[in-house]
């Protein structure tokens, strides 16, 4: 009996996406981001789902809170002089307590897509990983499963995957092995890797149509119901990506290789790389730009594609009543620094997220809260009149209790809480 | 004419009585208008005390302000601000007339800390001239983190006399804290990050203050 694994590049992509390990400890409250992107897709090559050269539009949108996040995502392509929706995904992962710095998560995924009314594809995926986390980094380990449905090229696949984070200052660095094993419906002319195969006689000539390229060099228009024609193969992929943020501004890069046999692995497969910025104009509104190179995934029978896009993302994070959060207010500030700004006047900067509200009081504002700006997704800023000498200080977020902010001396404040000490010099 | 002015008279009474409701209204303008009044009363007296007796009194009022922003009770407001007049009364007899107001204000957290009197009193005898603020602020806070204040006191100490900067006691707070969170043990993070701190001067013949155990400062 032949086992049906099938290529799954994608989802190595897509799982990296959905739970990245610096995702892991940020979850302290909810959030809820709205994304409208538009730009342009050109695919090397033809390919019998996609047109070579298309505008899109992408629409999404993202819950997240401590335990659960939902993500959904589509897009429109304007094929010629007409509007045509073009894919849609929707994700969830759930994350157990974490315990001793280790926690479970659990990640399902199903997405769809439509190039004419034809030509659809349907893929369900499934994965588990183990997350071990640190301060300032982590390691994690998965394993997955994934089924795609109504594609003539591949069966199914299984997905081991593992990664390593580290957080440096404002700097997120994240590396991803993931193999994929997967049995595909073998043409005549991509059944000469070292993988099992069964016969594959006269398919190709039997459907009498062409081979496009598609990634993993096989045949759109093989019968799936020919068990005899399949072949189990592998692939590895090694990805490597930068994230960093400051006050405004985010930027990510990220690249990875291929590695497998030549008739899985199309020469434009083989190495890849985009990089995103985002610029926030404000609180809540951001314009994104992206662009580079997207290998083939081929559990979808999608080649590889060159793109770039505009966009623009509207954010919201509330928090619900009811919501606990899961780490203290202190373990969410990230970083917490006062700088001179002038005379008598000193710039406290923060990174503090997901939050709403970031309020701030000592004896230089008498006591009185005073709401930091923030910048970004969460980087806070307040100008603060300060003259030398020594200050108490303390932090709130989003109403919760006050408490001295990370990196400087305390003192008990005799009302069952502490207070930082700053000593601001002349 | 007469109705001009009339009508000028009449507008500056109502700017003047919409000034006053203002200063009324505002929190900046009497600030511990919050305070209920036998509470308030007592506040004002121990700031006036705190004026006689040439302390700071700024203190004083902002640790109320800080008890009404934290919307502690009047009763726990005033036992707050009783504390820390008493620290400043007690830092000032420490550290001597000399002392800046920064520096009661540091040595008054020190001692709510539980540093002894005594122990302020070394410091200051060997200060040289130099502030006296920053090791007063980290000492206090050592001892909020858990290392036993005969520990830290007589580690700060001996900084002092080698002539350690605020810097030296900013990085050996930073370095403490760190190992504190890692899981090391305060007393022992404290005596091994001062190790790391080159001496900067010559040592001042001054004994270690009463109570300090040697074998703190040993192991």
């Not at chain 1, 974490?98 to 349907?122: K, Y």
């Not at chain 1, 993302?313 to 919501?323: K, V």
């Not at chain 1, 990174?351 to 980087?379: C, K, S, Y």
């Not at chain 2, 919050?34 to 005390?49: K, N």
Request: proline residues 7%; glycine residues 10%.
């Amino acid at each position: 009996m032949t086992r049906q694994k099938l290529p799954a590049a994608a989802v190595a992509v897509s799982l990296a996406l959905l739970a990245t390990g610096e995702h892991a400890i940020a979850q302290g409250a909810s959030e809820l981001e709205m994304r409208l992107g538009a730009g342009a897709v050109r695919t090397p090559g033809v390919s019998p789902l996609l047109p070579a050269s298309r505008m899109a539009v992408t629409p999404g949108l993202r819950y997240a809170n401590a335990r659960f996040s939902f993500e959904t995502q589509g897009s429109a392509w304007l094929n010629g002089q007409e509007w045509s929706v073009g894919d849609a995904t929707v994700a969830t992962n759930t994350n157990s307590h974490t315990w001793h710095g280790v926690r479970g998560e659990l990640l399902a995924n199903a997405s769809r897509i439509i190039a004419s009314p034809v030509d659809v594809s349907n893929q369900l995926d499934a994965a588990g990983r183990l997350h071990f986390i640190r301060e300032r980094g982590g390691v994690w380990v998965g394993s997955g499963i994934v089924r795609p449905l109504r594609i003539a090229t591949v069966a199914n696949a299984s997905v081991n995957s593992g990664g390593v984070w580290t957080k440096l200052g404002a700097t997120t660095l994240r590396a991803t092995v993931t193999n994929v094993q997967f049995t595909k419906f073998a043409s005549s002319d991509t059944a000469s890797g070292s993988g099992a195969v069964t016969a594959c006689p006269t398919s190709r000539s039997a459907a009498g149509a062409t081979t496009p390229d598609i990634g993993p060099g096989t045949s759109l228009t093989l019968p799936t119901n020919a068990p005899s024609c399949r072949r189990e193969s592998r692939l590895t992929d090694v990805e490597g990506g930068v994230r960093w943020e400051h006050q405004w501004l985010e930027l990510s890069v990220r690249g990875g290789e291929r590695f497998g046999e030549r008739v899985d692995v199309t020469p434009s497969s083989r190495t890849w790389g985009s990089a995103q910025g985002a610029i926030w104009l404000s609180s809540q509104l951001a314009a994104v730009a992206a662009g580079g190179r997207e290998p083939a995934q081929p559990t979808r029978g999608l080649p590889a594609r060159r793109f770039a896009s505009l966009g623009i993302m509207l954010a919201y994070w509330p928090i619900p009543r009811g919501t606990v959060l899961v780490v203290s207010p202190v373990n969410q500030i990230h970083a917490f620094e006062l700088r001179p700004a002038g005379v008598a006047l000193q710039r406290l900067t923060a990174r503090i997220g997901p939050v709403e509200r970031v309020e701030v009081m000592g004896d230089f504002t008498d006591w009185a809260p005073v709401p930091l700006v923030r910048h970004g997704r969460d980087n806070w800023e307040l100008l603060i009149p300060m003259s030398p000498g020594i200050h108490q200080i303390n932090l709130r977020i989003d109403g919760g209790k006050w408490f001295a902010p990370p990196g400087v001396p305390t003192i008990k404040d005799d009302f069952s809480g502490e207070v930082g000490v700053l000593v601001i010099r002349g | 004419m007469r109705s001009s002015l009339l009508r000028a008279i009449a507008l500056l009474a109502i700017a003047t009585t919409v000034s006053f409701a203002q200063d009324t209204l505002d929190p900046a303008a009497d600030p511990l208008r919050r305070l209920d009044p036998s509470t308030r009363y007592a506040v004002e007296m121990l700031m006036d005390s705190a004026r006689l007796a040439r302390l700071p009194y700024g203190p004083l009022e902002s640790k109320a302000l800080e008890g009404i922003a934290k919307r502690a009770n009047g009763r726990d407001i005033l036992v707050a601000v009783r504390r820390v007049f008493r620290a400043l009364r007690d830092a000032r007899a420490a550290l001597g007339p000399s002392a800046t107001a920064d520096e009661l204000t540091a040595a008054a957290g020190a001692l709510r800390a539980g540093i002894a009197a005594s122990e302020l009193s070394l410091l200051a005898a060997t200060r040289n001239g130099k502030p006296l603020t920053m090791p007063l602020v980290v000492l206090a806070d050592l001892v909020t983190r858990g290392v036993p204040r005969d520990t830290a006191a007589f580690t700060i100490f001996q900084l002092w006399q080698r002539g350690a900067a605020d810097d030296d006691f900013l990085g050996l707070w930073r370095s403490v804290e760190r190992d504190i969170v890692s899981g090391t043990n305060p007393s022992v993070a404290l005596l091994n990050r001062a190790r790391e701190i080159p001496a900067k001067g010559p040592s001042t013949a001054v004994p270690p203050a009463a109570g300090v155990r040697p074998e703190d400062a040993k192991s």
